[in-house]
């Protein structure tokens, strides 16, 4: 703080009769004089000014009161309490008293009428509400000798600005979470964009302090939030997703690869029924039947088409895989749906065997999952009940021990 620091005591021996009431002197005439030893006992690296010259000055009435007045710059300890930071209130005290003299040879008064703040203060962070002052008498600690000491005090009673916090801090995490909750509309397929709605940034200055404050719980809630929108979501890929029965998308390197692997499987077959037919000849009507390409089964006297061999390879891999079921396949049984929690439950403790049962009820694409549905509606419900808790009890209730006189 920066103050006119003003001290006025009188001193019998300086009376004198004359037709000037005052005298002002020279700064130098206070090395003669006898003046208080005046400090501020929670200082923390106050100074005089001294452009151009000392900011002093020393007036001397005829009935030997002095008037000593410096510019001083004060800097002080200020103990906070930040449990409810930044919706705080905090009391910065100011106390002032004699370092060698105790209340036997000095004893110290405000003047009420000169004690008053200048206009037009204002603060960055704060809001001045009051300075309430007073006189006391206290001991020091450390002190062998029980001696009183004559003391002054006055309290700032400040208020924090908040909108600094909501526009950088509460806002943008509110968006973030309301953010998180889009992906609930997204398709479970869609793994690359559900994961990415999801982030909160805290590079901001928080006072550093072994407590929580209240700013803290939010951003842990916010983070909460969005953490369970993630494991959500790998709830929904758990259960749903993986080996749900879908229909395989092939394109076309798949099915060049298939291609390869059937021909290479043909060459194999073929190569199998010349090695038999170098044991068994065949008729010269089965050889005239038979057309390039074609396989004889010489056990059962048939023979297979190429292409028959090649679709019914093709009907025996996709019925392996699980997508397109063959013709002679039975339908899959309709599964049982179980209720979310239940579900929940089995994903927590990592249950296999309930997994491959999901995995064997199938279903569709791009289809809407149950526990979507419900975190739709459950997730805003949550926030909004937590966030008007929050603001009812810190901006509602004043903070503890706020602007009270302490000794």
């Known amino acids: 703080m920066d103050c006119y620091f003003r001290q006025m005591w009188r001193d019998q021996r ?3 009769n004359s037709s000037i009431d005052q005298l002002s002197l020279s700064i130098k005439m206070l090395e003669g004089i006898w003046k208080p030893d005046t400090y501020f006992l929670n ?3 106050s100074y005089v000014h001294t452009i151009t010259r000392p900011n002093k000055l020393i007036r001397l009435s005829s009935n030997g009161v002095i008037l000593y007045s410096m510019r001083l710059t004060i800097k002080a300890k200020c103990p906070m309490l930040l449990q409810h ?3 705080d209130k905090q009391t910065c005290p100011l106390v002032i008293g004699s370092y060698a003299y105790t209340s036997h040879d000095v004893i110290y008064e405000w003047d009420h009428e000169n004690v008053r703040l200048a206009r037009g203060i204002y603060l960055s962070q704060f809001d001045l509400i009051s300075y309430p002052f007073r006189n006391a008498t206290v001991q020091r600690k450390g002190s062998r000798h029980k001696e ?7 309290n700032f009673n400040l208020q924090r600005h908040t909108g600094y916090f909501m526009i950088n801090v509460y806002l943008p995490c509110t968006l973030i979470v309301v953010l998180s909750w889009v992906s609930f509309w997204i398709n479970r397929e869609a793994t690359a964009d559900r994961v990415s709605l999801g982030g909160i940034d805290s590079r901001i ?4 302090v072994s407590y929580a404050t209240a700013m803290d719980w939010f951003l842990f809630a916010s983070f909460a939030f969005v953490i369970a929108t993630l494991l959500e979501f790998a709830g929904v890929h758990f259960f749903t997703k993986v080996g749900s029965g879908e229909f395989p998308v092939l394109d076309e390197s798949n099915t060049e690869q298939e291609r390869r692997s059937q021909e290479e499987e043909e060459e194999e077959e073929d190569e199998w029924e010349d090695e038999e037919l170098m044991e068994e000849e065949l008729s010269p009507e089965q050889e005239q039947e038979l057309r390039p390409g074609d396989v004889w089964r010489h056990r059962t006297g048939t023979y297979i088409g190429s292409r028959d061999i090649h679709q019914g390879m093709l009907d025996n891999h996709i019925s392996v895989v699980g997508g397109l079921p063959s013709p002679s396949s039975p339908s899959p049984k309709p599964v049982r749906s179980d209720p979310c929690w ?4 089995h994903c927590i403790i990592g249950n296999e065997l309930y997994r491959r049962k999901r995995r064997s009820a199938g279903s569709r694409i791009n289809s809407v999952s149950r526990i979507d549905r419900v975190s739709r509606v459950l997730f805003p419900l949550l926030f909004g009940c937590l966030s008007l ?7 509602s209730q004043p903070p503890p021990n706020s602007w009270e006189m302490t000794d």
């Open 43 to 45: 200082g923390r690296g």
């Open 389 to 395: 808790f929050y603001w009812n009890l810190y901006w």
């Open 205 to 208: 200055s928080l006072p550093k």
């Open 14 to 16: 300086l009376t004198f």
């Open 85 to 87: 930071f930044p919706m």
């Open 148 to 154: 009183e000491y004559s003391i002054l005090q006055v």
């Open 342 to 345: 239940y579900q929940v439950l």
